[in-house]
């Protein structure tokens, strides 16, 4: 038979979704898979039990039900403080993942290259490859992970056509200051290339840490292509709903690209999403002291048990060092901890392009006694993992 795609060989399964199979044989704890253990708030659970009985139940209108892109339309205005059109400037998609994939696509061309920033979420380098882009990886640097400003500009130099920025970063919390995204933005625009940025974790950014749009900055928001999603800050990861924004120009591009790879996102969640979207502020005010208290709570748990570690900007990520283990594989001490410990965590090294393999991730979006519960499992982390 002839040779499948020569794409595929080029990166792997989801290490995430793997370890949380993993996790799932053993009964572990899931500190892999980033997704919340706590119920999304009632009004949406209200309004989709009455969407169950009322509709709609069939397809949406492909880019986005014409309601939800309004609540989105308003929210963002409201955000960036720059007018945003729910008919020129949104494409609601399944999930932020897709509106990563589908963003690349209508931007970079098979052979183009795109930066991205390493440590990185794992999709970005596969929607590179599957778009048939070149990924240029310039590293961010511990313990604050700051990149160096003439590799970012030598990387430019090899004339990308995107670069994709996370902010805050999965999956090491970081959060781009403004100062670094003025510079990030003067490059943008001196070598003539598009920001494709997700902001999924936007409203997770712990003080005094300040969020700041790209979009915003000038002469960016023609060149800014922002994808996000409801997943995290409503914690609905299993609804699926995401979206773009971006320019008229490039909105009609990735409509296009959306609508062959998935239609268009299920219309029964659009529905009960809407009134998420419509929360007034002390929502977010009450999910950032939320996670707030969850960050100290883990970090301070893993400080008192002597485990290094990092301590996010934003987001709800921790990346644990595993050096004094004495393991050479961090695949391998993550699948022997989630067996004898009970306790699952991503490898590091499926997040860097440079050989690092002393750092696991962790994920702190859980309810409190559960946190808790892992700390307790990691109390006897050095007795059980030390080779």
């Known amino acids: ?47 989709l039990a009455q969407v169950a009985y009322e509709g709609p139940h069939q397809y949406a209108v492909t880019w986005g039900a014409q309601n939800l892109r309004e609540a989105i339309a308003e929210n963002r205005t409201g955000r960036l403080g720059i007018p945003i059109d729910p008919n020129k400037n949104i494409v609601v998609t399944c999930g932020s993942t897709e509106a990563m994939m589908a963003s690349v696509m209508a931007v970079v061309n098979p052979g183009e290259k795109v930066i991205v920033f390493s440590p990185f979420y794992e999709n970005y380098g596969a929607d590179a490859i599957l778009s048939g882009a070149d990924p240029i990886y310039v590293p961010l640097y511990q313990p604050d992970f700051h990149f160096n400003p003439d590799e970012l500009e030598a990387a430019f130099k090899q004339n990308p056509k995107a670069i994709i920025i996370c902010n805050p970063s999965n999956p090491c919390g970081k959060v781009f200051t403004r100062k670094e995204l003025e510079f990030i933005a003067d490059l943008v625009r ?3 290339t598009y920001v494709i940025t997700d902001e999924v974790y936007e409203y997770i950014l712990y003080k005094p840490n300040v969020y700041t749009y790209i979009s915003t900055l000038p002469g960016m928001f023609e060149r800014t292509i922002a994808c996000n999603s ?8 299993g609804w699926r709903l995401g979206y773009v924004i971006a320019s008229p120009e490039i909105i009609d591009c990735v409509k296009k690209v959306h609508d062959f790879l998935t239609v268009g996102a ?37 400080t008192r048990l002597g485990l290094q570690h990092t301590k996010p900007q934003g987001a709800y990520y921790v990346l644990m060092d595993i050096s004094e283990f004495g393991w050479d594989d961090d695949n391998d001490f993550c699948e022997t901890m989630t067996r004898k410990v009970g306790v699952a965590a991503v490898p590091g090294s499926s997040f860097f392009r440079e050989p690092v393999n002393n750092l696991i991730r962790f994920h702190f979006a859980k309810s409190e006694p559960m946190l808790n519960e892992v700390l307790n499992r990691l109390e006897n982390l050095k007795k059980i993992m030390q080779k």
């Not at 409801?230 to 990861?237: H, V």
């Not at 999910?287 to 208290?293: F, K, M, S």
């Open 266 to 302: 299920a219309s029964p969640l659009q529905e009960a999403a809407v009134v998420g979207l419509r929360f007034p502020q002390k929502y977010y005010d009450d999910l950032q002291e939320l996670y707030t208290r969850k960050r100290d709570l883990f970090c301070d748990g893993l």
């Open 1 to 47: 038979m002839k040779e499948l795609s020569k794409k595929m060989p080029l990166f792997t399964e989801s290490v995430i979704r793997h370890m949380t199979r993993i996790s799932d044989e053993c009964g572990a704890i899931n500190l892999s898979q980033g997704f919340p253990d706590f119920p999304p708030p009632k009004p949406l659970l209200d309004r």
């Open 230 to 237: 409801l997943s995290k800050t409503y914690s609905i990861t």
């Open 190 to 192: 001196k070598y003539d």
